[in-house]
């Protein structure tokens, strides 16, 4: 079975720093995606970024841009010029590629809380 | 705007009660799903649906119950047999993951928060 591991249960930035949030995952599969979702105070899960493990590319949205190391299995979220808004808890979800019956299923990590100083 | 309504937004259970958790899509999504968050325990599946009339066990279902009868709606009942139900519950939903939509995300709901009385 494929687990996600977040090894930073808190994080914390300044204002207009530079931040990087670890996610690792263990998995048998050549072929999955990988997800990194926020959740701000209001507790709505929001998607930030997405990653095919086929494409050698690392995704980037706006501020948001990823490290996708797939050998070493790991998908790491850098945020650029830190924003107060970005405070929130972070998760990392794996989903896998197959076509049995659970395929959509999101494995996720146990979240990193980001703080972010002014 | 298409989204997913979860309701209520707070619900209390008493002792040897079953309550029902309502989720509602318009995002004319196949598959939807329901989570349980705990702190410091990430999102935890209880079940999900992949087209109407069948439902599938996650991770954590014993306890609860679903059913799929319309597509746009999914709700969860936490029964009497859930021996602890406060937590975050989050509905989501999503296109069916095949083919040109591999890459599709799950939407969420705003969730619902159940506590014991």
């Known amino acids: 079975a494929q687990t996600v591991t977040q090894s930073q249960p808190e994080m914390s930035v300044q204002e207009a720093e530079t931040v990087t949030l670890s996610c690792t995952y263990d998995?048998?599969?050549?072929?999955?995606?990988l997800f990194w979702y926020k959740q701000p105070p209001s507790r709505q899960m929001i998607l930030v970024i997405r990653?095919?493990?086929?494409?050698?590319q690392n995704a980037t949205e706006n501020r948001f841009s990823v490290n996708f190391q797939k050998a070493a299995k790991s998908f790491s979220l850098k945020i650029s010029d830190s924003q107060l808004g970005d405070a929130a808890m972070y998760f990392c979800?794996?989903?896998?590629?197959?076509?049995?019956?659970?395929?959509?299923?999101?494995?996720f990590g146990k979240g990193t809380k980001l703080s972010v100083k002014p | 705007d298409g989204g997913i309504t979860q309701s209520p937004k707070y619900l209390f259970r008493k002792e040897g009660q079953n309550v029902t958790l309502s989720c509602e899509q318009n995002?004319?999504?196949?598959?939807m799903y329901w989570y349980r968050q705990d702190p410091g325990q990430g999102l935890r599946l209880i079940y999900y649906?992949?087209?109407?009339?069948?439902?599938q066990k996650g991770d954590i279902a014993e306890g609860y119950s679903v059913s799929r009868e319309k597509k746009e709606s999914f709700p969860l009942t936490v029964t009497s047999a859930q021996k602890n139900p406060t937590a975050f519950y989050l509905c989501?939903?999503?296109?069916?993951?095949?083919?040109?939509?591999?890459?599709?995300?799950?939407?969420f709901g705003d969730g619902t928060r159940l506590s014991i009385l």
């Open positions: 989501a939903s999503s296109i069916l993951p095949l083919g040109l939509y591999s890459n599709q995300p799950q939407h």
């Open positions: 995002l004319n999504h196949d598959a």
């Open positions: 990653q095919e493990a086929y494409k050698q």
């Open positions: 998995t048998s599969e050549s072929d999955y995606y």
């Open positions: 649906s992949q087209i109407v009339n069948d439902f």
């Open positions: 979800a794996y989903r896998s590629h197959n076509y049995g019956g659970s395929q959509g299923n999101l494995i």
